[in-house]
């Protein structure tokens, strides 16, 4: 009980070094929730809404992306972002840009996953009445996203859960370095392997409290 009540001091003291940390964190999974979302939603639309060739392919790719090993991400973001790598000329290897990449990866799959299992429980009667009233194919694509918002909703908290909780694929891009990338997750492992245990939890429980918020956001506007 000793650690949990200095882990909430150390919160309510205002800390600079824990305050910086978290605010890092949700610069880095705040953008790569934007990108992820900006791609992600309208490709999930569209691969609901849509019937081609090679569709269960597709969606066997999106959903082994939604479970796919984080590190191997971070090695492959590693790779390419390295000095000879292809796109080491960029040098965002260690920076928070190299972060949002490999946090973006992980989120895209799943953003699209459960987009475009939403927009597919929609009933394709929909559509045909918008036809009917002479909607444009926008019209069409958002009175559907429209109807299938609580999903979408889902995919985008799940997407930034999987960004923000990540730790392997940050430290492999991001290095952990104070002040520059180290983000809640990584700062974890390093104070509880440091014995720093009142550090670590709160730590802790600053980012459940934001994987909280972000489910409460959800729920609210399912009910919505």
Known sequence: MGVIRQAVELILSGDPALWEIVWLTLLVSGMALLIAGGMGVPAGAWLGMREFRGQRWVKAFVYTGMGFPPV?????????????????????????????????????????GVTMTAVHSISSDLRLQLYALGATEW???????HEAQA???????????AAISEVGAVMLVGGNIEGRTRVLTTAIVLETRQGNFEMALALGIILLSLAFLANVTAVYFQHR
Request: charged share 5%.
């Open 72 to 112: 191997v991400i971070g090695l492959i973001v590693y790779l390419l972002l390295s000095r000879h790598g292809v796109l080491g000329g960029m040098d965002w290897l260690f920076k928070p840009q190299a972060m949002v990449v490999a946090q973006v990866i992980l989120a895209f799959p799943m953003i699209v």
């Open 139 to 145: 019209q069409i694509v958002g009175t559907i996203l």
């Open 151 to 161: 999903g979408v909703i889902v995919g985008l908290v799940a997407g930034f859960g």
